[in-house]
């Protein structure tokens, strides 16, 4: 786990810790949200009920097109957090081990 100081310089401020275990793990999480909204109502089916005649049909498979590209986007976003997430964490672990290879020359 790696610290930085913090960023104010304030008296008595604590420093930030960085436990990039933690940033994998949510990496991995925010990947496999985007990956189950991105690809939720694949295969789903039809959302919108067949109904000859109603005024309100059009409107109906409109909404279900505009949450099909909601979680689409939303995927998008949640599977690029997790990248970068995963860029941070293992920048951190890279920092980690350059200082300790440092101090052990």
Do not use: K, N
Not at 23 to 33: I, N, P
């Amino acid at each position: 786990m790696g610290q930085i100081p913090s960023q104010h310089g304030a008296a008595g401020a604590e420093p930030v810790a960085v436990r990039p275990a933690a940033l994998l793990t949510a990496a991995h999480r925010l990947a496999g949200l985007g990956h189950q909204l991105g690809h939720g109502l694949a295969g789903a089916g039809e959302l919108v009920v067949e109904a000859p005649g109603w005024t309100s049909a059009a409107a109906l498979v409109e909404v279900e097109v505009a949450v099909h590209r909601q979680l689409c986007g939303s995927g998008a976003l949640a599977a690029t957090a997790g990248r970068a997430l995963r860029t941070t964490a293992t920048g951190y672990q890279d920092a980690d081990q350059r200082a300790v290879r440092r101090l052990f020359r």
